[in-house]
């Protein structure tokens, strides 16, 4: 028998885990596990109930991963006020949270999202952490540590399917031993400076560092821009009108504020499934 963990209205399983933040998941049967900080977790969605499979220690751990304990549904009212193309993006979508994840974990499947697609990206990172992380339950692995993925060298990394990306990890891991590296450190750091900390690694821009930023270090004022978020904005508030970098992250900042994070899954996640622009 499941446990229930959690109730509440303003939030779906599976908009939340497969909206593009995280890789480590299966679905079947509509129970989805989910691997994450040295944890196993299986989950099931009944009505806005959430049943949990797994060690009752870690449901703290796993709250706290699913950013529960947040007013989603007064934060969406604040983005979607006087705002009708944000009212859509989160009513296509409203059940998405942000989640809160691993720094190591993100920075390096984040490098590894570059220019490549989500059953790859997953392919990738099962491989690397079947080889370089430990056991944590029968056929599951954690993502390895910076001193455990140090054991792999650029080729070994290209035989698992990293192919260019390899070096930008090697350089990333090396980096990430490091105490200027260190989550305690990076999170000291205010969030231009700590974008420029990031992007010191190899291969990482500034939307990788702030998906990172985003995704791992709580920094939700950051707008991390793909092809779709460029898309919806132009489509959405600028008459389809091309922005530069600079306009599209200062509209960004104008517009949402430091709610910015939050309101760039529920556009990226409105764009991509609506093909907007495409």
Known sequence: MGKEIWNGSDFSLAQTVECGQCFRFHKKDGRYTV???????????????????????????????????????????QLSAGDAVMAEAISYAPGIHLLRQEFFEMLISFIISQNNHIPRIQGIIARICERYGREIGEGYFAFPTPEELALADEEALRRLGCGFRARYIVDAVEKAKTKAFSPEILQTLPTEALRQRLMEICGVGQKVADCVMLFSLGRYEVFPADVWIRRVMSEAYFAGNP??????????????????GFAQQYLFHYGRGKKIGK
């Open 243 to 260: 922005l530069s970098a600079r306009e599209l992250q200062q509209a960004a900042a104008e517009r949402f504020g430091a709610k910015a």
């Open 35 to 77: 691997i994450a900080g040295h944890r196993v977790g299986a989950f099931v969605q009944e009505d806005d109930s959430i049943l949990f499979y797994g060690e009752e220690g870690d449901i703290p751990f796993w709250r706290n991963y699913f950013d529960w304990e947040r007013d989603y549904g007064g934060l969406k009212k």
